[in-house]
C-alpha cells in the first residue's frame, strides 16, 4: 500500500511542480465528465458573489416560463440605490424580456436584473421564493441570495456550491448561448445599441467557452464562473475574490495550460495560501505550502456530471 501511494507521489511530482499562487482567494476546477476536482484552494469558504448571482436570477425567471417576447418598462426602482452602478440602459425604455434577460447575462447590466425580479410572477417576493427554492433543489447549503444582482455582499456562497450553479444554468440553452456571446445589439427606444460581454476571454483566440458570468463589487474582488474545453476536456472553474481583472485572468489561464499539460505558468501571483491540485490517482492528494509537501489519503469522490468603467464586473 505504502509503495503504491510513493508511486502516486513520484508521477505527481510534475503536477505540484506547476503549482503557482493565485490570485483569486478561492479557486475550484472540476473536470465535468468525471466529476473530479482538478484545483482547489478554499472551495468552502462563505464570501460574497457579486454579479455571479445573475445565473440564479437567469434560472428562475426561464423556470417561470413567462412570455420572453413581452416588453418590459425599466422602472425608476431598478435603478442602483446601493452601489450606485452606471448603465446604459435608460429609465422608461421597454425592451423584450429575453433582450432583458441577455443585458442581465452578457454585460452584467444590474438595472436589467433588477426588472427581471420585479416583473417575476408575485413581484420581489416570489422571485426570492424561487430563488430560496432552487437553491434547495440544487443542494446548495452554504448559498443566501436576497436580490437578484449581486450589488447586496450578503449574496454569499462557496466556490462548491457555485460548481453546482454552473451546472445547472449549463442545462439552460439560453443562458450558455447569452453568457458566450462577445457582443449583441439590442433595441433600446428603437436604436440599436451594442452591448458587450463582460469577461474578455470570450471570443478571443485559443478560449472554448461554454459558459461565462463574472462578478465585482469591492466586498468581493473579481469573479469568474466559467466552462471551458482544453486539453480534449470540459471543466468548470470558479473564481472568487481576486484582486484586480488582471488576476482573474492571469488564474484562467493558468488553469487551461494545467488543463492542457503546458508546465510553464503564464505569471505567479500572490496569495496567502497555496492551491491544491488533484493528483492523478483519485487516493492521493497533494498538498503545496510554504516550501513544503504534504501528503494526504483522501476517499474517491463520487463522480456528479458537471455540464459546464465602463466598469468591469
Known amino acids: ?74 422602472d425608476r426602482s431598478d435603478v442602483d440605490t446601493v452601489k450606485h452602478s452606471s448603465s446604459r440602459v435608460p429609465v422608461g425604455a421597454l425592451i423584450s424580456r429575453r433582450d432583458v434577460l441577455q443585458l ?24 426570492k421564493a424561487a430563488v430560496r427554492h432552487k437553491i434547495a433543489v440544487l443542494g446548495m447549503t452554504q448559498t443566501v441570495i436576497e436580490e437578484p444582482t449581486g450589488l447586496n455582499p450578503r449574496n454569499r456562497s462557496t466556490a462548491g456550491d457555485l460548481v453546482k450553479m454552473a451546472a445547472a444554468s449549463s442545462k439552460y440553452p439560453e443562458i450558455t448561448a447569452m453568457t458566450t456571446e462577445s457582443k449583441d445589439l439590442i433595441n433600446i427606444n428603437g436604436r440599436e445599441v451594442e452591448y458587450r460581454n463582460t469577461n474578455r476571454l470570450v471570443g478571443a483566440k485559443g478560449w472554448d467557452i461554454g459558459l461565462s458570468k463574472t462578478g465585482y463589487i469591492q466586498e468581493a474582488g473579481r469573479c469568474l464562473i466559467m466552462n471551458i474545453k482544453a486539453g480534449g476536456k470540459n471543466a468548470t472553474m470558479v473564481l472568487l475574490n481576486a484582486g484586480a481583472s488582471s488576476a482573474r485572468i492571469l488564474d ?62
Open 104 to 127: 442581465a447575462l452578457m454585460s452584467s447590466d444590474n438595472r436589467a436584473a433588477a426588472a427581471l425580479a420585479r416583473t417575476f410572477p408575485g413581484g420581489k417576493e416570489g422571485f
Open 1 to 74: 500500500m505504502l509503495k503504491k501511494l510513493f508511486a502516486t507521489v513520484v508521477m505527481s511530482i510534475s503536477v505540484s511542480a506547476f503549482a503557482v499562487p493565485f490570485g483569486s482567494q478561492s479557486v475550484l476546477v472540476v473536470e465535468d465528465d468525471t466529476g473530479k476536482i482538478l484545483i482547489e484552494k478554499n472551495a468552502d469558504r462563505v464570501v460574497p458573489i457579486a454579479s455571479l448571482t445573475k445565473l440564479m436570477t437567469a434560472m428562475v425567471v426561464l423556470d417561470a416560463k413567462q412570455d420572453m417576447d413581452e416588453l418590459i418598462e425599466i
Open 252 to 313: 484562467a489561464l493558468n488553469i487551461r495550460r494545467f488543463i492542457t499539460g503546458e508546465k510553464a505558468p503564464v505569471v505567479a501571483r500572490a496569495s496567502n495560501r497555496a492551491p491544491r491540485y488533484k493528483a492523478s490517482s483519485s487516493r492521493a492528494r497533494i498538498k503545496a505550502s510554504a516550501g513544503k509537501t504534504k501528503i494526504k489519503a483522501v476517499k474517491k469522490r463520487s463522480k456528479t456530471k458537471v455540464v459546464p468603467k465602463r466598469r468591469k464586473k
